[in-house]
C-alpha cells in the first residue's frame, strides 16, 4: 500500500536509491566542479544505466546520433569499416562529435569488453550546458585550447560579395537613384554584407543571423595595408572581412603553424580567443581588414544565443576530429614504415 | 479520403437496414430472452470469422478482403430475403447480421489505420465517422419508408443493394499505398500475453470490454421492453422510425458535436461521456418512476454516441500505439475481447432469465454498476495514454527530486566506497554529498592523507565539526603542505574550530596568503576589525592582493556583520583579482550598503554569478533595489539584461510575482527572455505557481507570431529559382525568430504545467519526424484543454506534421487574417519594428527587382541606412 501511496502522492522529496546515488556521483565527478552541483544531480536523473556484453554494438555506422554515452566500466572500439581507429575506456564520451555535427554515426561502436554505459539523451546535455552557462563557457575555452592555431577557410564569398558589389553599381531603377551613389566611396562592406562574411567564418557558420547581427555590431575593425605585419592581440577572435592575409602562429615548445585566410577565415583558428597560447603574427598579402571581436564580447552573445555555442561545438569537434585522424594517419604511416624497415625502429 | 467516407457510410447504411429487419423479425418471432442464446452464437461465430477473416487478409489483402466480405453480405441477405423466415431464420439472421456488421466495420477500420498515417487519422476519424453516421441516417430512412410502404423483410434486398454498391466502390477506388503490411499470423494466447503485459493496452482492453458489455445490456433491456410494450404488427415500423431518427440524432452529434467535444475536452473525457449519459438515463428513469423513459434515453445515448463520439474517441486511444501493436491488438479486442464479453453477459442474462431475475431493476443497476466501472477505467487511462506520447518523445513526466537529508544504508554504502577512489573529482563528489546530507561526521578523518590537493582543501572545509577532533593533528601537518590552497583551509579550519593556538603565524612570515589568514581569526573576536592592526595592513593601497585575496577568502567563508567594513574597504581597492570573492563576502556579511554595488557588478562576467548569490542572500531589500534597477530606464543596459536571472535566484513568490509583471511589460525582448528563463527556474525550484490568467495572452501572442513568420517564409519560399546571398540572411533569420516564438510559447505553457516535460514537446515540434509531432500535438492538446479557443487552435497549426503542411488558409483562419501575397508580405516584414528584420527585408526585396515594392523599400533602407549601406564613415 505503501508504494500505491507513494505513487499518487506525485510531489515530494524522497530517498535516494543506491544507483541514483551512484548515477549522481558519478556526474559529479565527471564534470568536476566546475559547476553547481543542483545542475549534475538534475542531468543524472535524466540518465539511463546499461549493460552491454562483449561484442554488441552501442551504435552503428548510420545510426542516428540523438544520445552520447558515458563508459562507466568496460571497453569500447570504434571501428570504421571493420578496423578498430580508437579504443574507449572508463569516463570516456562516446557519440558527442557525431551528435554536435548533427550527423549520423560515421562509426560504429563495438564492445570489447563487458561495458556498464550511461546513456543521456542529447536534447537533455545541450538544455543542461545552455543552462549552464559558465561551465559551457569553460568546456570551450578548454577544448579550444587543445586545437591547433589554424582554421578551415571560410565559405567560397567571391561570388556572392561579387554580386553584391555589382548591384551597387547598378541604378535602383524603381527608384531613381543610383544606389552606389548612396553608398559613398567603398572602404568596408556594408552591415549585410559584414553578416554574410561572419556567417562564412567555420566557427560561427551554425549560428542564427541574430547572434551574428550582435557579433557585427561589436565587432571593431582592424585595417592593414599591403605587406602591413601585426601581432594578433588575444583574447579576441580574428575574422579576414576583405583582402587576403597571413598568419604564422607559435607555441612555446616551438611549434609553427602557416596559414593563408581569405574573407571570413578566423585568423589563428581559435588560438587567440584566450591568452597564453599562441603568438600569432599577421602579414596582409593585398590590402586588408580584419575584424576583431572580443572574447568576453563572443560569449555574452553566446549566452544569449544558444545555436551560437551549439556552432562553436560543431567546429570544435570537427576540428578535434580532423586531428585525430591526421593522427592516426600519421601513425599509421609510421607504423607501415617501421614494418617495412624494421631497423628503423628500433 | 470522400471514397473511405462512402464506403462506410455504404457498409453502416446496409448495416441499418438489416438490423432494423433483424430486429423486427427477432422480436415478432421470439421472445427477448432467446436474445440472450443469439448473444451466445453470436459470440462464437464472431471469434471464428475474425480469425478466418485474417486468414483471408493475409492471402488476398485488405482490400479485396474487403470487398470479398462485402459480395459474401450481400450475397447471404439476399438468400435470406427469398428463404421463409420462421423461428430459426430469425436466430440465424440475427447472427448474421451481427457478424456481418462487426466483420465489415473491423476491416475498414484496419484498412484505414493501414492507409493513413497517426496524424492525418486525428483530423480524418471524426470525417470518417461522420461519414458512417451519414450512412446510417440514409439507411434509416430508407428503412422507415421500406417498412412502412411495404414491409419489413423489404429491407433485406435493400440492404443486399448497399453492400453491392459499396463493394463496387471498394473496387473501383485508386489504389493507394499501405504504409503498413498486412498482420502476421499470430497465436491468440500470445496475442493476449502481449496486451497484458503492456499495461496501456491491458486498460483499453478492459474498457472495451466494460462498453461492449454494458451497451449490451442496454440493447437487451430496449429490445425487451418494446416487446412488452408495442404490439408485434408495429414493431418493425416502430424500430426503423426509432432508428432513423437515433441516427439523425448522431449525425448531428458527430457533425457539431464530436470534434467540439474532443477539442475541448480531450480523448479520455470524451470517453466518459457515453457511460455518463447512461447513468443519467437511469438517475432520470428513477427519478420519474419510469422504466420506459429511463430505456428510451439509455438506448438514445447509445445510439446518438455509440458510433459518433464513441467511436472516434475509442479510435483515438490506438493512436499512441505502434503499428505492429495496433495491428495485433486491434483484431484481438474485437473478436475475442469483444465477443468473449459478449458471451459472458449472454450467460449472464441467461441466468438471470432462468432464476427470473431478469427485471428492469436488477438490468438497470447492472447498467449503472457498468457505467461506472467504465468512467473509472477510462479516467485511470489519462496517464497512461499521455505517457505513451511522452515515451514517444523520449521523454517521462519531471521526476521528483530525491532529499539527501535522508542517505539510507545502501547510499552511505556507496558514498564510502567513493571515498576510497583514485579519482579525486568522486572523492570530492562524495564528500559533498555527505555534507548536504547532514553526514560529514561520517567521512573518515583519514582523507586527509589523500594526495590530492583539492580533496584536502575539500575534505578540511567539511570535516571540522563541534565535538569532533579527530582531524585537528592532520590538519595541523597540512599547515606545512606545499599547495598554498592547503595551507589556507587549513588555518581555516583550525581557526573557525578555536585551535589557533596550534598556529604560529611566525612560521610563514613571508607568505602574505597565510598571514592575512591567520589575520582574520586574530582579529575575529573584536568589535571592529577593521581596526585592528594585523587587518589593516592588508587594506593598504600598497598591500599584496593575495594577503587580500587570502582575508577575503577567510571572511567568505566565516565571517559575520563586523567585517563588512573590511569588505568594503577591499572593494574600493578595485582589484581584479578580488572580482569573484567580493560578492561572496559581501553575500557573508548581509550588509545592506552592498546592494547597489552588487546590481552594477551584474554587467561583468567575472564574480556575477557570485553577486547574484549575494543579492539573494540579502533577502527583500535586495530584492526591492533589484526592482527599482530594472524600473529604472537610465540603468545600464548591461546590468538590466542581467536582473531577471538574479531576481530568480531569490526564489520567493514576490521574486516570482516580479518576474510574471515583467513579461508583459516594455523591456527589451532579451530581458523578457531572462525572466522567462528565470520564472522558469523559480517554478520548478520553489512551490510558486503561476496566475494563468496572466500568462495566456503572452503564450497567444507568442504563438500568433510563431504563426506569421511560418507563413511569412511558406509564401515568400514559393519563389523558384536559386535564393540570392541576402534571402538566405533573411530567411535564416526569420527561422531564427519562429524557433524562439515557439521556445518561448512552449517555456510559459511549462510554467503553467511544470510536472509535464514541455522541452520535449517544443523539440518535437522542431522535428520532421511525424511520430514525433504527433505525440506533441496530442500532449498539447491536453495540457491546452480548458484554454481559449484560439490558442488551441494555433497550437494545432504548430503541431501539424510536416508531411501535410497545413494549408496557408489554416494559418490565416488562425490568425483571423486573410492570406497575404509575396507582395503584401515583404511590405510588412519592410516595416517591421526590428530593425534588423526591416533591413534584411529590404536587401531581399532589392534582389527581387519589383517597382510594386519600390516605396517600401526606400522607406526602409531610409528608416534602417546604417544596416544596409557601407559603414564607411565612421571607420579608420
New interface residues.
Given amino acids: 500500500m505503501k508504494g500505491f501511496f507513494e505513487s499518487v502522492a ?9 544507483s ?3 548515477r ?3 556526474m ?3 564534470l ?2 566546475e559547476m553547481p ?1 543542483g545542475s549534475a ?1 538534475t542531468l543524472a ?1 535524466r540518465i539511463r544505466e546499461n549493460f552491454f556484453a562483449k561484442g554488441q554494438h552501442l551504435y552503428r555506422q548510420g545510426d542516428a546520433s ?1 544520445r552520447i554515452f558515458f563508459v562507466v566500466r568496460g571497453t569500447v572500439a570504434l571501428l570504421h569499416r571493420g578496423i578498430k581507429t580508437r579504443e574507449f575506456g572508463p ?1 570516456d564520451v562516446l557519440g558527442l562529435i557525431d551528435a554536435l555535427q548533427n550527423r549520423p554515426h560515421a562509426f560504429d561502436a563495438l564492445v570489447r569488453e563487458d561495458a556498464v554505459v550511461l546513456e543521456l ?1 542529447l ?1 537533455d546535455w545541450l ?1 543542461f550546458l545552455e543552462d549552464s552557462f ?1 561551465f559551457t563557457r569553460a568546456i570551450i575555452l578548454r577544448l579550444a585550447s587543445g586545437l591547433p592555431p589554424t582554421s578551415a577557410p571560410g565559405r567560397d564569398l567571391s561570388r ?2 561579387a ?2 558589389r555589382a ?1 551597387r553599381d547598378e541604378p ?4 531613381g537613384d543610383s ?1 552606389r551613389a ?11 554584407e ?3 562574411i561572419l ?1 562564412a567564418c567555420p566557427p560561427l557558420t551554425g549560428s ?3 547572434a551574428l ?1 550582435r557579433l557585427a555590431r561589436f565587432a571593431e ?1 582592424v ?1 592593414l595595408e599591403q605587406e602591413e605585419h601585426q601581432m594578433l592581440v588575444p583574447p579576441n577572435l580574428y575574422v579576414v572581412e576583405s583582402g587576403c592575409v597571413r598568419s604564422v602562429a607559435n607555441d612555446d615548445k616551438g611549434n609553427t603553424w602557416t596559414e593563408q585566410m581569405g574573407p571570413g577565415g578566423a585568423l589563428g583558428g581559435l588560438g587567440v580567443i584566450q591568452p597564453g597560447l599562441y603568438d600569432v603574427e599577421v602579414t596582409a598579402l593585398e590590402p586588408s581588414s580584419l575584424f576583431r571581436i572580443p572574447t ?1 564580447r563572443l ?2 552573445v553566446m549566452e ?1 544565443h544558444f ?1 551560437l555555442a551549439l556552432s562553436f561545438f560543431a567546429h570544435i569537434s570537427g576540428e578535434a576530429e580532423a586531428q585525430a585522424l591526421e593522427r592516426k594517419k600519421a601513425s599509421d604511416a609510421s607504423a607501415s614504415s617501421s614494418l617495412s624497415n624494421p631497423a628503423s625502429s628500433e | 479520403m470522400a471514397g473511405a467516407c462512402v464506403v462506410l457510410g455504404g457498409i453502416v447504411g446496409a448495416h441499418v437496414l438489416l438490423e432494423t429487419a433483424r430486429d423486427a423479425l427477432f422480436l415478432t418471432k421470439l421472445k427477448p430472452s432467446a436474445l440472450s442464446l443469439v448473444y451466445i452464437a453470436m459470440a462464437v461465430l464472431g471469434f471464428v470469422t475474425a480469425r478466418a477473416d485474417q486468414m483471408v487478409s493475409r492471402v488476398f489483402g485488405r482490400k479485396n478482403a474487403l470487398v470479398l466480405a462485402l459480395m459474401v453480405a450481400s450475397t447471404g441477405t439476399l438468400l435470406f430475403y427469398t428463404s421463409t423466415i420462421g423461428k430459426a431464420g430469425a436466430f440465424a439472421l440475427y447472427l448474421w447480421a451481427g457478424v456481418i456488421g462487426t466483420l465489415l466495420t473491423v476491416q475498414f477500420w484496419l484498412t484505414a489505420a493501414q492507409r493513413f498515417t497517426p496524424g492525418q487519422g486525428r483530423r480524418i476519424y471524426g470525417l470518417l465517422s461522420a461519414g458512417g453516421v451519414l450512412g446510417a441516417v440514409i439507411g434509416g430512412v430508407i428503412g422507415a419508408l421500406l417498412a412502412q410502404g411495404l414491409s419489413v423483410k423489404s429491407l433485406l434486398p435493400a440492404s443486399a443493394a448497399m453492400h453491392l454498391l459499396t463493394a463496387l466502390v471498394v473496387t473501383f477506388a485508386p489504389p493507394a499505398t499501405e504504409l503498413a503490411p498486412a498482420p502476421e499470423k499470430a497465436k491468440v494466447g500470445a496475442e493476449i500475453r502481449a496486451v497484458r503485459s503492456n499495461a496501456y493496452l491491458a486498460r483499453v482492453g478492459i474498457l472495451i470490454q466494460l462498453s461492449g458489455a454494458t451497451l449490451l445490456i442496454v440493447d437487451y433491456l430496449f429490445k425487451s421492453v418494446m416487446a412488452t410494450r408495442l404490439p408485434p404488427s408495429d414493431l418493425g415500423i416502430y424500430l426503423a422510425r426509432y432508428y432513423a431518427i437515433m441516427n439523425a440524432v448522431a449525425l448531428i452529434v458527430q457533425v457539431f458535436v464530436t470534434m467540439q467535444v474532443l477539442q475541448r475536452m480531450g480523448t479520455i473525457l470524451a470517453l466518459t461521456l457515453l457511460p455518463l449519459c447512461l447513468l443519467l438515463s437511469g438517475a432520470a428513469g428513477l427519478f420519474f418512476g419510469t422504466a420506459m423513459l429511463a430505456v428510451l434515453l439509455a438506448k438514445g445515448s447509445d445510439g446518438a454516441l455509440r458510433f459518433s463520439l464513441h467511436r472516434v474517441s475509442t479510435e483515438l486511444l490506438f493512436l499512441p500505439l505502434s503499428n505492429e501493436e495496433r495491428t495485433k491488438a486491434k483484431p484481438l479486442f474485437d473478436s475475442v475481447l469483444a465477443r468473449g464479453t459478449q458471451a459472458l453477459i449472454a450467460v449472464v442474462i441467461l441466468v438471470l432469465n432462468q432464476f427470473h431475475l431478469a427485471s428492469n431493476n436488477v438490468l438497470g443497476t447492472l447498467i449503472a454498476s457498468l457505467s461506472l466501472l467504465w468512467i473509472l477505467v477510462a479516467w485511470s487511462l489519462r496517464a497512461p495514454y499521455l505517457e505513451r506520447f511522452r515515451s514517444t518523445l523520449g521523454g517521462q513526466a519531471r521526476a521528483r527530486s530525491f532529499e539527501l537529508l535522508q542517505l539510507n544504508l545502501d547510499s552511505v554504502v556507496v558514498l564510502v566506497e567513493a571515498l576510497s577512489s583514485p579519482d579525486e573529482n568522486r572523492v570530492i563528489g562524495a564528500m559533498s554529498l555527505f555534507h548536504e546530507g547532514r553526514r560529514s561526521n561520517l567521512i573518515p578523518a583519514l582523507v586527509l592523507y589523500h594526495p590530492s590537493p583539492r580533496v584536502l582543501a575539500r575534505a578540511l572545509e567539511v570535516i571540522p565539526a563541534p565535538g569532533r577532533k579527530d582531524w585537528v593533528p592532520l590538519a595541523e601537518r597540512l599547515l606545512q603542505h606545499d599547495d598554498r590552497e592547503v595551507r589556507l583551509a587549513a588555518i581555516r579550519a583550525l581557526g573557525s574550530s578555536g585551535y589557533m593556538d596550534r598556529i604560529d603565524p611566525s612560521a610563514f612570515s613571508d607568505m602574505a596568503g597565510l598571514r592575512a589568514t591567520a589575520a582574520f581569526f586574530v582579529a575575529g573576536q573584536s568589535a571592529v576589525p577593521r581596526n585592528e592592526t594585523s587587518v589593516a595592513e592588508f587594506l593598504a593601497e600598497d598591500a599584496d592582493p593575495q594577503g587580500q585575496l587570502a582575508l577575503l577568502e577567510a571572511i567568505s567563508k566565516l565571517g559575520t556583520a563586523r567585517w563588512a567594513d573590511v569588505v568594503l574597504e577591499l572593494q574600493k581597492r578595485g582589484r581584479r583579482e578580488l572580482d569573484r570573492v567580493l560578492p561572496l563576502a559581501m553575500a557573508r556579511t548581509r550588509d545592506l550598503r552592498f546592494v547597489p554595488l552588487l546590481i552594477q557588478r551584474l554587467a561583468h562576467r567575472e564574480g556575477r554569478n557570485e553577486a547574484r548569490e549575494a543579492l539573494a542572500a540579502l533577502g527583500a531589500p535586495a530584492l526591492e533595489a533589484l526592482r527599482s534597477a530594472l524600473d529604472d530606464r537610465t540603468t545600464d543596459p548591461a546590468v538590466r539584461l542581467h536582473i531577471p536571472r538574479a531576481i530568480s535566484r531569490f526564489g520567493s513568490h514576490s521574486a516570482g510575482e516580479m518576474l510574471v509583471h515583467m513579461l508583459s511589460q516594455d523591456l527589451p525582448g532579451a530581458v523578457r527572455y531572462k525572466a522567462l528563463r528565470g520564472l522558469g527556474r523559480v517554478v520548478s525550484t520553489s512551490d510558486f505557481s503561476v496566475d494563468a490568467a496572466r500568462i495566456l495572452p503572452v503564450i497567444e501572442q507568442n504563438l500568433v507570431e510563431y504563426a506569421r513568420i511560418e507563413m511569412s517564409l511558406r509564401i515568400l519560399g514559393e519563389r523558384a529559382g536559386p535564393t540570392p546571398l541576402s534571402g538566405v540572411l533573411f530567411f535564416g533569420l526569420l527561422a531564427d525568430k519562429r524557433r524562439q516564438a515557439l521556445e518561448r510559447a512552449t517555456r510559459l505553457l511549462q510554467l503553467l504545467h511544470p510536472r509535464e516535460d514541455l522541452r520535449r514537446v517544443y523539440y518535437a515540434l522542431l522535428s520532421d519526424e511525424g511520430s514525433n509531432r504527433v505525440a506533441a500535438a496530442e500532449i498539447l492538446e491536453v495540457t491546452s484543454l480548458g484554454y481559449g479557443e484560439t490558442l488551441r487552435s494555433l497550437l494545432r497549426v504548430a503541431a501539424e506534421p510536416r508531411q501535410d503542411l497545413a494549408p496557408l488558409e489554416s494559418y490565416a483562419s488562425a490568425l483571423s487574417i486573410p492570406v497575404p501575397h509575396e507582395v503584401d508580405t515583404l511590405r510588412e516584414l519592410m516595416a517591421n519594428a526590428d530593425p534588423l528584420v526591416s533591413a534584411l527585408a529590404a536587401s531581399y526585396a532589392m534582389e527581387l527587382e519589383n517597382s510594386e515594392l519600390a516605396s517600401a523599400i526606400e522607406a526602409a533602407t531610409s528608416c534602417n541606412a546604417w544596416l544596409i549601406e557601407h559603414s564607411n564613415a565612421s571607420m579608420r
Avoid: C, K, N
Fill in positions: 506525485g510531489e515530494g522529496t524522497r530517498e535516494p536509491d543506491a541514483e546515488l551512484e549522481t556521483l558519478w559529479r565527478s565527471l568536476g566542479g552541483p544531480d536523473q540523438d569516463r539523451e536534447d538544455e559558465e556572392p560579395t554580386q553584391l548591384r535602383l531603377q524603381h527608384s544606389y548612396s553608398l559613398g566611396p567603398r572602404l568596408s562592406l556594408s552591415f549585410v559584414r553578416l554574410a556567417r542564427g543571423i541574430q547581427s575593425l585595417f568576453e560569449f555574452d544569449d545555436p
